[in-house]
């Protein structure tokens, strides 16, 4: 700990996903064969007519500062988006666009949340709404879920999370690491027993909504009783691969919004020109245009599922969305593999980049100690050359 900087930044978790990527960067520069199964980024090229819009953009003179919560002609676009796509009905001073979906939850933990507000994250989460609501004063509680109930948390246990402190709930459907997706029936119950506590804002984080293999994608902003409390936050990083191009945004009640453009505004401003004029063109098209990721997605996880079903000792569910499984590898725990003692889903994470040459990501900073995410956005060359050398390292 440097005693020098804050005790907010010396406090704060590194990114398990990035950390994971960093150290997969290393070996690669140092002359290491590393397959890069730790990141949730699609390997596909952004699609063209997107591109086009950016290229179109840079020829107008796009180029000037934006408007701290986005073009107005983007804000629209947001608008027939969750219109088409959500069934919700929201107006121009409801948005926010910002600088990928992260920022988005930032802002939303900065304005919302007071030194020692509870924040319920149903288990496994994303790695930073942890360290988001920490650094904004919030204390995470986690719900635990296990993989034999697919990772969903029950209104029981979000019953009994909830103290006179609970502020906020976050979660994602389909949820990153473990791929699932929230039914109709099991959100309403979820709403059910949040509906008594009208103090709490729901944040729904719906960036993995079109990479889904079960049908229709439901809103919890959706639900009449829940409109007004819920805030819907998404982006184009997964659906369209524009990872680099950083446009996220919210949906939500007034008073949050504004509150959001206030926050932006003494921190980034507004997001990037091009790449709002380019989401344009991506939020205005059919998501039946990006139907082909999809489905590619969907036979690698096929492929996936039946790799890991011939590795003894990985037990997997199977995801009904986004691009990751996120298999229990606690048959391993307390064994010692290679010389390697394993206790714990952090250890087989660094056991498998150090002798199988497979990043992957622990668990443990999703939540879950007993398990590991893998991504199965990469080639399916790939994806079995990874898995054939894992087989061979825990055999």
């Given at each position: 700990m440097?005693?020098?900087?804050?005790?907010?930044?010396?406090?704060?978790?590194?990114?398990?996903?990035l950390?994971?990527?960093?150290?997969a960067?290393?070996?690669?520069e140092?002359g290491?064969?590393?397959?890069?199964?730790?990141l949730?980024?699609p390997d596909f090229?952004?699609?063209?007519?997107?591109?086009e819009?950016?290229?179109?953009?840079?020829?107008?003179?796009y180029?000037?500062?934006?408007p701290?919560?986005?073009y107005g002609d983007l804000k629209?676009?947001?608008i027939?988006?969750?219109?088409?796509?959500n069934?919700l009905?929201?107006?121009?001073?409801q948005?926010?666009?910002?600088?990928?979906?992260?920022q988005?939850?930032?802002?939303?933990?900065?304005?919302?949340l007071n030194?020692?507000d509870?924040v319920l994250?149903?288990?496994?989460?994303w790695v930073?709404?942890s360290d988001?609501s920490?650094?904004s004063?919030g204390?995470?509680v986690?719900?635990?879920?296990?993989?034999d109930?697919?990772?969903?948390?029950?209104p029981?246990?979000?019953?009994?999370a909830i103290t006179?402190?609970?502020?906020?709930?976050?979660y994602?459907?389909?949820?990153?690491?473990?791929?699932s997706?929230?039914?109709?029936?099991?959100?309403?119950?979820?709403?059910?027993?949040?509906v008594?506590?009208?103090?709490?804002i729901?944040?729904?984080?719906?960036?993995y909504?079109?990479?889904?293999?079960?049908?229709?994608?439901?809103?919890?902003?959706?639900f009449?009783?829940?409109?007004d409390?819920?805030?819907?936050?998404?982006?184009v990083?997964?659906?369209y691969?524009?990872?680099?191009?950083r446009i996220?945004?919210?949906?939500?009640?007034?008073?949050?919004?504004?509150a959001?453009?206030?926050?932006?505004g003494?921190?980034t401003?507004g997001a990037?020109?091009i790449?709002?004029?380019a989401t344009?063109?991506?939020?205005e098209?059919?998501?039946?245009?990006i139907?082909?990721?999809v489905?590619a997605f969907k036979?690698?996880?096929k492929?996936?599922?039946?790799l890991?079903?011939?590795?003894?000792?990985?037990?997997?569910n199977e995801?009904?969305?986004?691009?990751y499984?996120?298999?229990?590898?606690?048959?391993y725990?307390g064994?010692?593999l290679n010389?390697y003692d394993i206790?714990?889903?952090?250890?087989?994470?660094l056991?498998?980049?150090?002798?199988?040459?497979?990043a992957t990501?622990?668990?443990?900073?999703?939540?879950?100690?007993?398990?590991?995410?893998?991504?199965?956005?990469?080639?399916?060359?790939?994806?079995?050359?990874?898995?054939?050398?894992?087989?061979?390292a825990?055999?």
């Amino acid at each position: 700990m440097n005693t020098k900087l804050s005790d907010r930044v010396n406090n704060m978790s590194t990114s398990a996903t990035l950390a994971m990527a960093a150290k997969a960067r290393e070996l690669k520069e140092a002359g290491r064969d590393i397959i890069g199964l730790s990141l949730g980024e699609p390997d596909f090229t952004v699609p063209e007519f997107v591109k086009e819009a950016a290229i179109q953009a840079v020829k107008d003179d796009y180029h000037s500062y934006t408007p701290v919560d986005g073009y107005g002609d983007l804000k629209q676009a947001i608008i027939l988006k969750f219109k088409r796509d959500n069934d919700l009905d929201y107006k121009p001073s409801q948005i926010v666009v910002s600088t990928g979906a992260k920022q988005s939850l930032a802002n939303l933990a900065q304005v919302i949340l007071n030194e020692g507000d509870e924040v319920l994250l149903p288990a496994p989460y994303w790695v930073s709404y942890s360290d988001i609501s920490k650094v904004s004063g919030g204390i995470p509680v986690e719900i635990p879920t296990n993989i034999d109930s697919d990772f969903k948390v029950t209104p029981e246990a979000l019953e009994a999370a909830i103290t006179p402190r609970t502020k906020m709930m976050i979660y994602s459907s389909p949820c990153n690491p473990s791929g699932s997706v929230y039914s109709k029936e099991e959100l309403r119950a979820l709403a059910d027993v949040l509906v008594n506590y009208p103090d709490i804002i729901v944040v729904s984080d719906e960036i993995y909504e079109h990479i889904n293999y079960v049908g229709d994608h439901v809103s919890m902003a959706a639900f009449p009783d829940m409109y007004d409390r819920t805030v819907t936050v998404n982006g184009v990083s997964k659906a369209y691969s524009m990872t680099g191009w950083r446009i996220g945004y919210i949906g939500g009640p007034e008073y949050i919004a504004r509150a959001c453009n206030k926050m932006q505004g003494q921190v980034t401003s507004g997001a990037n020109c091009i790449a709002q004029r380019a989401t344009i063109a991506a939020l205005e098209n059919s998501p039946d245009k990006i139907q082909y990721m999809v489905d590619a997605f969907k036979g690698r996880r096929k492929l996936i599922l039946e790799l890991i079903s011939d590795i003894p000792g990985l037990k997997a569910n199977e995801p009904d969305g986004a691009f990751y499984v996120f298999p229990d590898v606690s048959f391993y725990f307390g064994k010692t593999l290679n010389g390697y003692d394993i206790n714990g889903a952090g250890d087989f994470a660094l056991y498998l980049l150090e002798h199988a040459n497979v990043a992957t990501v622990t668990g443990e900073a999703f939540g879950d100690p007993n398990c590991i995410r893998i991504s199965y956005a990469a080639s399916e060359e790939d994806i079995r050359e990874a898995m054939q050398r894992i087989k061979k390292a825990l055999s």
